[in-house]
């Protein structure tokens, strides 16, 4: 029985890694495009003038947390454009007509979400090699949080797909949840410049505890305790994969 | 062995429609059942609930003896089902839709592969394999689905209009398909409103109606209810008026040259014919105006519409 659900496994993880793949020019081209812009103009161009940050030139500050924000975009984007579209075009019955447990289906969109996430992070990180000096503090911990955080993502995207109703639903949560709370999770500055009011204010962004952790990876320093910030991605990805679980195990948005 | 075994099986959407109440149905190993009933009878919710699709509100459905609730894996594993509207990734290769579903089934990549092949080449679709599905014919689609259905080799095979939109000449190699899938030993549940389909392949059937069944017996029996059967007939010469016949009552001229008869069960065609001729009406051709099925069909469903009417 493991073995049949393992094929299963494999068998979505591999549909929706050739999804992607199949569409590489709109999948992973564009993201490591715009990330090659923010390093010229941010990094290059009005860096220069910034001078550090956090003891490191601001165009290596900010070269973890752009990696982090293509792994967090491009690993919700991806499961939440697939699952949606399966949705729409039904042949999300093609699993559901399958004795493949709800466990599985997710386990593979999640899978397809972070593969595509880690792709797109891998790609950004070779870019960034044009404008930067390669190193990293402790590879283990820069591979655990991308890893993690590509997870949690994942999850959030299945779950906005589930509920979305149009293809407007699944572009509302990127463009006014995700996006400003990236933003505003510490890529382009460290949280010790805002006033103790929005210091405090900024900890309840859990992008925050993701893109310090990784910096931490990469340079050693970070504005947040290492297993504070690995505690509250694991919490957010149990709590996140439990609704998951319990929205397929209803049917929620896939059956009548 | 039953096939398929549902008990009080019962679907109010949440709108308040209801659309099963409370329906029992049996079918045997290895038949081939028709499911009929006019659209929004449920036959589609009856489907859908069996293959996982659509959430029941009570009642039971077990396929070769597994419930689809406490061994879902089981009973899922033997069924294949072939979905009225088309359901596969457009964008995707044909084969590559087959095989991933054999996947799905916990079939591995190598004989998954095997029996794309198999299923591909006898349904005419191995020279597309390779082409997007979206790039095929609709006659195609329908054959896809088909062969998606079966890569895993089902026991109980659910076909919801698998001819629709086909032509006559493809729909005629699907029949000998499906026959010769049945003559295997794969039980074969087919929804269809092409009724000459279901009465030229399935021993058995039942009518849904409005949320009921309404009839479930053999073909034999069910067209034995036909006691009356009507016919057309051409004539050779021009008639101005219906003819009067002592012993049919239903006669409709259609034309100058074609006149319509409802025949009662216990008279033949002989009876109609020799009638005729004693007033001098010479019949050159003839033909059934309707199948017989489909007679039934209409009785049995207006029957009901009256009903809830009144």
């Given at each position: 029985m493991l073995y049949r659900f393992w094929v299963a496994y494999l068998t979505i993880t591999r549909k929706e890694i050739m999804r992607f793949a199949r569409i590489w020019v709109q999948t992973i081209i564009p993201p490591v495009v715009m990330v090659a812009l923010y390093f010229i103009i941010f990094g290059n161009l009005i860096g220069q003038r910034i001078g550090e940050m956090d003891g490191m030139l601001y165009i290596d500050f900010i070269m973890p947390g752009l990696v982090m924000m293509s792994i967090i975009t491009n690993s919700y984007t991806n499961v939440v454009s697939s699952f949606y579209g399966a949705k729409y075009s039904r042949h999300i019955e093609e699993m559901q007509i399958a004795p493949v447990p709800d466990i599985v289906i997710l386990l593979g969109f999640m899978t397809g979400g972070v593969v595509r996430g880690i792709s797109v992070g891998i790609a950004v990180t070779l870019v960034s090699l044009l404008f930067t000096e390669f190193s990293i503090h402790n590879p283990l911990i820069v591979l655990l949080v991308a890893l993690l955080t590509s997870c949690l993502f994942a999850l959030a995207g299945l779950i906005n797909a589930i509920f979305a109703n149009s293809f407007d639903d699944i572009t509302i949560i990127p463009t006014f949840v995700l996006t400003p709370l990236t933003y505003l999770g510490g890529i382009f500055y460290s949280i010790k410049m805002l006033p103790e009011f929005w210091q405090q204010v900024s900890l309840g962004n859990p992008i925050l505890y993701m893109v310090n952790s990784f910096r931490y990876g990469f340079r050693g320093t970070s504005d947040i305790d290492l297993l504070t910030a690995i505690i509250v991605i694991l919490f957010f990805i149990a709590l996140l994969f439990s609704v998951s679980l319990t929205l397929l195990a209803r049917g929620t948005g896939i059956r009548q | 062995m039953l096939a398929l075994e549902i008990s009080n099986l019962h679907k109010t959407y949440a709108s308040g429609l209801q659309?099963?109440?409370?329906?029992?149905?049996?079918?045997?190993?290895?038949?081939?059942?028709?499911?009929?009933?006019?659209?929004?009878?449920?036959?589609?919710?009856?489907?859908?609930?069996?293959?996982?699709?659509?959430?029941?509100?009570?009642?039971?459905?077990?396929?070769?003896?597994?419930?689809?609730?406490?061994?879902?894996?089981?009973?899922?594993?033997?069924?294949?089902?072939?979905?009225?509207?088309?359901?596969?990734?457009?964008?995707?290769?044909?084969?590559?839709?087959?095989?991933?579903?054999?996947?799905?089934?916990?079939?591995?990549?190598?004989?998954?592969?095997?029996?794309?092949?198999?299923?591909?080449?006898?349904?005419?679709?191995?020279?597309?394999?390779?082409?997007?599905?979206?790039?095929?014919?609709?006659?195609?689609?329908?054959?896809?689905?088909?062969?998606?259905?079966?890569?895993?080799?089902?026991?109980?095979?659910?076909?919801?209009?698998?001819?629709?939109?086909?032509?006559?000449?493809?729909?005629?190699?699907?029949?000998?398909?499906?026959?010769?899938?049945?003559?295997?030993?794969?039980?074969?549940?087919?929804?269809?409103?092409?009724?000459?389909?279901?009465?030229?392949?399935?021993?058995?059937?039942?009518?849904?109606?409005?949320?009921?069944?309404?009839?479930?017996?053999?073909?034999?029996?069910?067209?034995?209810?036909?006691?009356?059967?009507?016919?057309?007939?051409?004539?050779?010469?021009?008639?101005?008026?219906?003819?009067?016949?002592?012993?049919?009552?239903?006669?409709?001229?259609?034309?100058?040259?074609?006149?319509?008869?409802?025949?009662?069960?216990?008279?033949?065609?002989?009876?109609?014919?020799?009638?005729?001729?004693?007033?001098?009406?010479?019949?050159?051709?003839?033909?059934?105006?309707?199948?017989?099925?489909?007679?039934?069909?209409?009785?049995?469903?207006?029957?009901?519409?009256?009903?809830?009417?009144?």
């Open positions: - | 659309a099963l109440k409370g329906i029992d149905l049996q079918v045997e190993e290895g038949d081939f059942f028709a499911l009929l009933g006019p659209n929004g009878a449920g036959k589609s919710t009856c489907i859908g609930i069996i293959s996982g699709l659509v959430n029941r509100t009570r009642g039971n459905v077990r396929i070769f003896g597994h419930s689809i609730d406490d061994e879902f894996i089981l009973a899922k594993s033997l069924l294949g089902s072939v979905p009225q509207e088309f359901n596969f990734n457009t964008f995707e290769p044909v084969e590559e839709i087959v095989t991933n579903q054999a996947g799905f089934y916990g079939v591995p990549a190598r004989v998954a592969r095997k029996e794309t092949e198999h299923y591909l080449k006898q349904l005419g679709l191995w020279q597309h394999r390779r082409s997007q599905a979206r790039r095929l014919s609709g006659g195609m689609k329908r054959r896809l689905m088909i062969a998606r259905a079966l890569v895993h080799k089902p026991r109980l095979l659910i076909l919801d209009e698998p001819t629709a939109g086909v032509d006559i000449e493809l729909r005629r190699s699907m029949w000998d398909f499906m026959e010769q899938i049945n003559d295997q030993g794969t039980t074969i549940i087919l929804t269809t409103h092409y009724l000459e389909e279901a009465e030229r392949m399935c021993r058995n059937a039942a009518i849904i109606d409005q949320g009921d069944i309404i009839l479930n017996s053999s073909m034999k029996r069910l067209l034995k209810q036909l006691n009356t059967e009507t016919f057309v007939l051409y004539l050779r010469d021009h008639l101005e008026q219906a003819p009067q016949l002592e012993s049919f009552n239903k006669i409709i001229r259609l034309d100058h040259h074609s006149i319509e008869v409802e025949v009662p069960e216990r008279l033949s065609i002989n009876d109609l014919i020799h009638e005729l001729e004693t007033q001098n009406i010479v019949v050159e051709r003839m033909r059934n105006k309707a199948n017989r099925l489909e007679e039934v069909f209409v009785k049995l469903t207006t029957k009901t519409d009256d009903a809830s009417a009144a």
